[in-house]
């Protein structure tokens, strides 16, 4: 069963969708995603990946994550995937929610070490960690419908629609497995 948590957020879809369009503030809401080091120019199309190092310096695990379905104003499903530690399936929905929405974040271990633990170990850590990436998420989401309704945003004023795109066998299958 996946790691679940749930945020109000006072923006729109479309102001969250816009962040997490642009693969390069990755590092700015996940935690643990210390640095990026490539955005595939077809992001966020499904299938494909943004390249990130997780860890501290000077121990980093070179990690990539891949868009497995792209879903505005409704969903993001990805799949990460850090070597030894293993891949995992993390679903992004949103909901309207009195004059804002409801961001809720599922995330589970397919394969590697953490999935080898019972989820009473991981999942508690995975929660900690969420209920922050979700905090991280609003004040990026939130500080962007600040700055359109003041008219200040000058750059990505919609959620793109890349042209159509397919995930990996891999990262599907992934999906599927977890359920997520």
């Known amino acids: 069963m996946a790691a679940r948590n749930t945020r109000l957020m006072r923006c729109t879809p479309d102001d969250l969708f816009a ?3 642009d693969g390069w503030l990755y590092p700015v809401w996940v ?9 595939d120019a077809e992001w966020p199309r499904e299938g494909s990946r943004i390249h990130h190092s997780l860890g501290v310096w000077p121990v980093m695990i070179h990690d990539e994550t891949e868009i497995v379905e792209w879903d505005p104003p409704r969903r993001l499903r990805l799949r990460p995937e850090a070597g030894l530690l293993g891949r995992g399936v993390i679903r992004i929905d949103v909901r309207p929610h009195g004059d804002g929405i409801a961001v809720t974040i599922l995330e589970e271990p397919v394969s590697g070490a953490a999935a ?5 170990l991981w999942k508690p850590m995975l929660v900690a ?8 998420l609003a004040f990026l989401a939130e500080g962007r419908r ?3 309704e003041a ?16 995930p990996s066998p891999q ?10």
């Open 19 to 21: 962040v997490l369009s």
């Open 31 to 39: 935690v643990g995603a210390a640095r990026m080091r490539d955005v």
């Open 116 to 120: 080898l633990l019972p989820s009473v």
């Open 129 to 136: 960690r969420n209920h922050e990436c979700l905090n991280r």
């Open 146 to 148: 600040e700055e359109r």
């Open 151 to 166: 008219r200040e945003l000058d750059h990505r004023t919609e959620t793109p629609d890349p042209a159509e795109g397919t």
């Open 171 to 180: 990262a599907a299958e992934d999906v599927r497995e977890a359920g997520v």
